[in-house]
């Protein structure tokens, strides 16, 4: 996944190899899609990592600290989730417990309107319930410069033991002790299952359990409910000053909309008096996970040093983001996102519908890095149908050549990451099941009309209901017979075409690779292509990757890099096709493509497998035999790229 850390290196603040540790609940997030209606009603749902503590991991590490979570998963699917995003996203997993026993807990959250958001939490004897003093490991805690305890896991004894213990060792070692009251009413046994989205019910109980910790604590944080529970006082003045008779650290107040205000030192009379963190005239989408943005972006600053006026700036922001997006720990921004909004603002009250913040945060949060992508294309449609002479019965044999081709591929790639495919979901969903096993592998499918010019879609021109069920990781690709010289009406329909294909992506959360052939249809010079991207990237369109054609000189490729790098520095970067020309004229093509920046690889369809395809259709060639032609064709295309780097880099 891609990450944007600090110009600075927060962790070389402090010797000690985690700058945060954050300790208690680990679910996953089921939220409802459809916005404006009841639980009840929801048909469909979005997924993610939630719990304060797992959500404050994601986004300190997000905002460039090195963090780790403390916790228990069951194990099963959802507990994989959890860990295998966690480790997406950068946060250390080695303090996560697989529960044998138990399974993962779930919260299930609509938004009915902008005050009302129905909550249930699934945490009947759920894995990280069931954290106890064996899951914390003395030199775990003592890896890390400050550790993060929650309110919600002082609720049961053994998970109270869990965290009390991790706050012995974190002293002793002289880390920071941060606590999160994270006050759930229902999570202490205090209001009905269906009272999730309850934030207070005063209790003489829980008050005075709470008050146990604060004396142990360097940083408090929370809201006015959950300030008036921990002191268990009924007013909020009163209650920062009983909380600091109790403990001398430093108290933040989450005031919503409002900000906050953070507390050194005694508590005066004017509850104003204090450093005043103003908050962001936000739209309100979904205030839950607001907190632990907020908590992320302070502890950015807090621990890294800086004035907690710049932290509760931080954290306001960090608040800001998660309400008025949908999940929670997905929609907290990363430190080049934030950067961007504190430097350029938004037009937009509701940050969602901003589209140039929208694109840092998507480009700055993808599933992995893909440095080096070197493809075999089998998403061909119309050739193989040609080559079929479209007889029924070769017609009927292509979905398993196709299958043959991603066992080429595999046997090429032979588990090393860098490799992928491109696969048609019209005769190739055997071969994508079969490409799908192999997880490294980077898979796109096509949804052009083959050979469409304007641009048209195959099968339904409607993307969104096609798009849905895609898996996460297969990225939508396009093609386009574009030429920046065409009749401005073709340009605009394609563009038109092109635009709603991206918006789709973006919609349904897929990435998406532009395909642009310029020779089929005009003259191909050095700024050919450079103008086509322009025109592009002026239409609105940055795709997470270009695939295009190779370019006579080295001229036109560092052209292409001068619009990429202008236009948009966060794109993936170009993948080669090849047309099926032969291998010495890819040779070249590679070779002058070699001396770009932005150029990570190749996708070849028909260099590759071609003549395979006209041996084996024809009963020629049994199916041993497609691999191996395949994939040394593969092979030596491969090869070729590599040396061609070596060669660069040398």
């Not at 632990?292 to 932290?311: I, K, Q, V, Y």
Request: contains cysteine.
């Amino acid at each position: 996944m891609s990450q944007s850390p600090s110009a600075q290196n927060p962790s070389a603040k402090g010797a000690k190899p985690l700058d945060l540790i954050t300790i208690g609940r680990a679910s996953v997030d089921l939220y409802g899609q459809q916005i404006g209606t009841r639980l009840e009603d929801v048909a469909s749902f979005a997924k993610s990592v939630g719990g304060c503590p797992c959500n404050i991991s994601v986004g300190t590490a997000r905002l460039g600290l090195k963090s780790a979570l403390l916790t228990r998963v069951g194990d099963e699917q959802m507990g994989r989730f959890i860990r295998e995003q966690l480790q997406r996203e950068g946060v250390e997993t080695r303090g996560i417990v697989t529960d044998p026993e138990r399974l993962t807990a779930l919260a299930i959250l609509s938004v009915e309107n902008d005050k009302s958001f129905p909550l249930l939490f699934y945490r009947d004897n759920c894995a990280d319930n069931a954290l106890c003093e064996d899951d914390v490991a003395e030199d775990f805690i003592r890896s890390a410069r400050a550790v993060l305890v929650s309110g919600t896991h002082f609720s049961k004894p053994n998970t109270d033991a869990a965290q009390r213990k991790a706050i012995r060792i974190a002293k002793e070692s002289g880390a920071k002790v941060v606590f999160d009251i994270d006050y759930r009413p229902n999570l202490w046994g205090l209001a009905g299952h269906d009272a999730g989205e309850s934030r207070y019910i005063a209790s003489d109980r829980v008050s005075a359990h709470l008050k146990t910790v604060l004396g142990d604590c360097d940083l408090i944080v929370g809201t006015e409910e959950e300030v008036l529970i921990a002191s268990g006082e009924s007013d909020l003045l009163k209650a920062l000053k009983t909380i600091r008779t109790l403990s001398k650290a430093t108290i933040v107040l989450k005031r919503g909309p409002m900000g906050c205000i953070v507390y050194d030192g005694p508590i005066s009379d004017n509850l104003e008096d204090g450093i005043v963190g103003k908050g962001f005239p936000i739209e309100v989408y979904n205030v839950l996970g607001a907190g632990d943005a907020f908590m992320s972006g302070f502890l950015r600053g807090w621990l890294t040093g800086e004035p907690h006026a710049t932290s509760a700036t931080w954290a306001n922001a960090c608040g800001a983001f998660a309400v008025s997006r949908l999940l929670c720990a997905p929609e907290i921004p990363t430190w080049t996102e934030l950067n961007f909004f504190l430097e350029n603002g938004s037009k937009e009250k509701a940050l969602r519908k901003d589209e140039a913040i929208n694109h840092v945060h998507w480009a700055t949060t993808r599933r992995r890095d893909i440095p080096l992508l070197m493809a075999l294309a089998i998403d061909h449609r119309s050739q193989l149908e040609d080559i079929a002479e479209g007889k029924p019965e070769l017609l009927a044999r292509i979905p398993a050549f196709k299958v043959l081709a991603v066992k080429a591929a595999a046997q090429v790639a032979a588990g090393r990451p860098g490799f992928g495919m491109l696969i048609d979901d019209k005769y190739g969903r055997d071969a994508l099941y079969a490409a799908g096993a192999h997880r490294d592998f980077w898979i796109g499918k096509p949804i052009e009309l083959p050979g469409s010019r304007p641009l048209q879609f195959e099968f339904s021109q409607d993307l969104g209901s096609r798009l849905i069920d895609w898996p996460v990781d297969h990225c939508i690709k396009v093609l386009s017979f574009f030429h920046p010289d065409d009749p401005a009406e073709l340009k605009a329909a394609q563009i038109a075409k092109l635009r709603s294909a991206f918006q789709a992506a973006r919609k349904v959360g897929r990435e998406i690779l532009i395909e642009i052939i310029a020779s089929k249809h005009g003259t191909l010079d050095d700024l050919t292509v450079p103008r086509a991207l322009t025109e592009l990237y002026d239409a609105g369109l940055k795709p997470d990757w270009w695939k295009l054609e190779p370019q006579a000189s080295r001229g036109a490729w560092a052209a292409i890099d001068a619009v990429i790098e202008t236009r948009d520095p966060l794109c993936r970067g170009v993948v080669l096709l090849g047309l099926e020309a032969p291998y010495e004229v890819l040779k070249d093509g590679f070779a002058a493509a070699r001396t770009s920046k932005t150029v990570k690889g190749f996708a070849v369809g028909r260099t590759i497998f071609a003549d395979a395809s006209k041996a084996w259709l024809a009963g020629a060639m049994t199916d041993e035999q497609a691999v191996a032609d395949m994939a040394a064709r593969f092979k030596a295309l491969v090869d070729l790229w590599l040396q061609l780097g070596e060669t660069k880099a040398a």
